[in-house]
């Protein structure tokens, strides 16, 4: 270890650390542009300029290494007068954007502006023009004036995505960010440029000019695009998702995610489709009905068939609380053994960076939890196949993706009842005798499972009028403080959905059953108390970074039956 001294301060730290990592370690941080922890040094911006003792010039904290007995100053007046130098530089043809630019108040540049420019600018000539509005791609938009040569963008295509697309041209103040001849900056991960673009310089073409940062709240959540279980950021206004952004998890994703997740994943919460009410089939048609007679409609239709008659599956994309409550209701209301769920494999789509061939977020999790065949039970292919051969006459089907798949339906359809949970309507839902509107990923509290055992807190960020009426006085405090804005919220939150273990509680009551959970945090508890691989977790422990699965002993072998 080397003993160093920043800013009158010693630590021990790693010889084999700059002195930019090293005081960040320590909680001091080094203003910097073109540094980033995870890709190499490029040290051009100059901005992470320290004083050294015993060196007679000052140093670029993100390429010195640390050295013992070294000392380093951060702020003295020679610093702080080359940092003021280099603001001013940046900023000499740099358009006085900030009241257009979509980066306010997330803007590095900006910041530095305020902490450490003179606050007025002593060029007088004409600025050096370059193009602005310059599409990239179809996600991504370049304004190139705004660019500060940092090359972070760059090096991430060349580093982390492994396919170079960004480059520069040109010479002195007229240098350029382009993309090579013939090419879109396409990559599966390219909008992450976004992200650790340090000024305005490249945008979302998605995203562009619909909201402010300061007017929208963000969400810790994790993506639901496939197993890998990539923690972001999910960004509302006036209850629609406008954006997702990743979240900083080493043991995940690092800094990044893929383009689908940030993109694909939110549309179907924000879609004009959603099912803002239940269905039940009245007169050979669907029509609108109550939560109470939905609810009602399920039981009794249940009720008229024997054990064996009847099968359910879960879903992959339900959350731990939501698989362990269908699981319970599958063996503990309605006595039957066949109980699965499907995998959602693209086969080839997986890559060596983060995108996963298991589209769904928890196919890890149901397994863990119980949603799987018992003993002498059906797995997902044989429920499918007695359906054919008309041994299965009533299913429960809580993956709504299956309602979407033409070859499935077909089998489905085939049924004597059928109740479904889903998102919006479709092909499936025209064939089901109840229909039962589900919350999502952003309308619910949960965990999911990812594909290496990580257990990850998901948390809502959109209001239903379910979780409307389920926020306590202290929530409703809380919310009280955006006023006329959390009015709008509610009224343009017209759906009506419910979580899975809520919905299948209710209807598990009109079976004679008491499932007594008032929220997922007292299913997790449950599941935590029985179930192995969950023993001793909670929401508090899991915190916003996870936790491991219990593996020490073989999987899912101590859940009851």
Do not use: W
């Given at each position: 270890m080397a003993k160093i001294t920043v800013d009158g301060q010693s630590f021990e730290v790693d010889p084999k650390l700059t002195i930019i990592q090293a005081a960040r370690d320590n909680g001091i941080e080094i203003p910097h542009f073109c540094w980033h922890p995870a890709l190499s040094v490029a040290g051009n911006c100059r901005m992470c300029l320290v004083e050294v003792?015993?060196?007679?010039?000052?140093?670029?904290?993100?390429?010195?290494?640390?050295?013992?007995?070294?000392?380093?100053?951060?702020?003295?007046?020679?610093?702080?007068?080359?940092?003021?130098?280099?603001?001013?530089?940046?900023?000499?043809?740099?358009?006085?954007?900030?009241?257009?630019?979509?980066?306010?108040?997330?803007?590095?540049?900006q910041d530095y502006a305020y902490a450490h420019s003179i606050g007025s600018s002593r060029f007088e000539e004409d600025k050096v023009h370059k193009p602005k509005r310059v599409a990239l791609s179809s996600l991504i938009m370049l304004d190139t004036?705004?660019?500060?040569?940092?090359?972070?963008?760059?090096?991430f295509c060349d580093e982390i995505a492994k396919k170079p697309q960004l480059t520069f041209t040109q010479r002195g103040d007229h240098v350029e960010l382009t993309t090579?001849?013939?090419?879109?900056?396409?990559?599966?991960?390219?909008?992450?440029?976004?992200?650790?673009?340090?000024v305005g310089a490249l945008t979302s073409r998605e995203f562009r000019f619909k909201a402010r940062v300061w007017e929208m709240s963000a969400t810790e959540t994790v993506c639901p695009g496939c197993a890998r279980g990539c923690n972001m950021n999910t960004w509302v206004r006036n209850n629609e998702i406008l954006r997702q952004t990743p979240r900083y998890n080493a043991g995940v994703n690092g800094f990044w995610m893929c383009d689908y997740g940030r993109l694909e994943t939110f549309r179907s919460v924000n879609a004009e489709s959603r099912i803002k009410s239940p269905l039940v089939q009245k007169e050979s048609a669907l029509g609108e009905a109550g939560w109470d007679e939905a609810v009602a409609h399920a039981a009794s239709g249940f009720k008229t068939f024997r054990k064996g008659e009847l099968a359910v599956l879960g879903s992959a994309f339900d959350t731990n609380e939501d698989n362990y409550v269908i699981r319970k209701f599958a063996h503990d209301v309605l006595g039957t053994k066949n109980i699965d769920f499907r995998r959602h494999i693209a086969p080839g789509s997986d890559d060596d960076l983060l995108i996963r061939s298991d589209r769904a977020p928890n196919s890890r999790g149901a397994v863990e939890v119980g949603v799987r065949p018992a003993e002498k039970?059906?797995?997902?292919?044989?429920?499918?196949?007695?359906?054919?051969?008309?041994?299965?006459?009533?299913?429960?089907?809580?993956?709504?993706?299956?309602?979407?798949m033409p070859d499935i339906v077909q089998v489905l359809s085939r049924l004597e009842f059928l109740v479904v949970h889903a998102t919006a309507e479709n092909e499936g839902t025209s064939i089901a005798d109840v229909v039962l509107p589900a919350a999502m990923y952003a309308e619910k509290n949960g965990t999911f499972t990812n594909f290496e055992g990580r257990v990850q807190r998901i948390r809502p960020s959109v209001v239903t009028l379910d979780r409307e009426r389920s926020l306590d006085g202290y929530a409703m405090s809380r919310l009280d403080r955006f006023g006329s804005q959390f009015d709008r919220w509610l009224r343009g939150s017209k759906k009506d959905a419910r979580p899975t273990w809520r919905i299948v509680s209710g209807i598990a009551a009109l079976m004679g059953a008491k499932f007594k959970y008032q929220s997922a945090e007292e299913v997790f508890d449950e599941i935590a108390a029985r179930v192995e691989a969950f023993h001793g977790m909670s929401y508090k422990k899991i915190g916003n970074k996870g936790l491991p699965l219990n593996v020490g002993k073989p999987a899912h072998t101590n859940v009851p039956a």
């Open positions: 003792e015993k060196t007679p010039k000052l140093a670029i904290a993100c390429s010195t290494q640390v050295s013992d007995g070294m000392v380093v100053q951060t702020a003295s007046s020679r610093v702080l007068e080359a940092r003021r130098a280099v603001m001013e530089f940046l900023l000499i043809n740099h358009p006085l954007d900030c009241p257009i630019c979509d980066e306010a108040g997330e803007c590095k540049l004036e705004r660019c500060i040569m940092c090359s972070r963008c760059v090096r090579f001849p013939g090419e879109e900056l396409d990559n599966p991960y390219s909008m992450n440029v976004i992200d650790i673009c340090p039970g059906m797995g997902f292919d044989a429920i499918l196949q007695g359906v054919v051969n008309g041994t299965i006459k009533a299913m429960y089907v809580v993956d709504d993706v299956l309602l979407t």
